[in-house]
């Protein structure tokens, strides 16, 4: 199993029922998603993985679009999963057989979290933004974003539009920023 975190492992005691405190409310991200965003970008506790993070790449990724259909690449579904790496972000009793598109949205965007959460220490240490060397890595591969100290020169355009989305699906309130501004996108939910 390489999944390193659960739903039971919730970040920030347990997710709140709320996703407006998780998400801009004015975004564009589609209603019947944002529980399962505020699920998949609360799931561990790294601090760089967000609801906010979850969404601008299924954003980047298909536009939200569960339908996304692209054999050419073998990639399938709102996160753009390849099934055969899909399956091991999947609960562990499901990991068995590599699922077969169409893709369930649900399952798709946990699972994404949950890769988030495994890719995370694994880029601990590398050079510039935490964030946007894991979407970086979700895009590509883990040991490019550590070969290449960052987010190589290719995939800065994939990168530069996670974080314009990322930005813009942060809590409406203002974003709380753990770094400062020049060294991280990563908006979070104020404390209360």
Known sequence: ?????????????????????????????????????????????????TPALVAAVLKVESGFDPHLHDPANDEYGIARWTPRVLRYYLPEDRQGSVPAPPLDARDSILALGRMLCTLAP?????????????????????????????????????????????MAYAPERKACLPFPVTESSYPAPCPR
Request: charged share 15%; glycine share 8%; net charge positive.
């Open 1 to 49: 199993m390489l999944a390193t975190c659960t739903a039971s492992q919730t970040l920030r005691g347990s997710a709140p029922a709320d996703p407006g405190l998780w998400l801009n409310p004015r975004a564009d991200i589609p209603r019947q998603y944002r529980a399962t965003i505020v699920e998949a970008g609360t799931m561990c506790p790294v601090p760089q993985i």
């Open 122 to 166: 694994q880029l601990e240490g590398v050079a510039g933004d935490p964030v946007l060397n894991l979407a970086g890595a979700y895009r590509t591969a883990t040991f490019v974003i550590q070969k290449e100290n960052g987010v190589p020169s290719r995939l800065r355009p994939y990168t530069s539009e996670v974080r314009l989305h990322l």
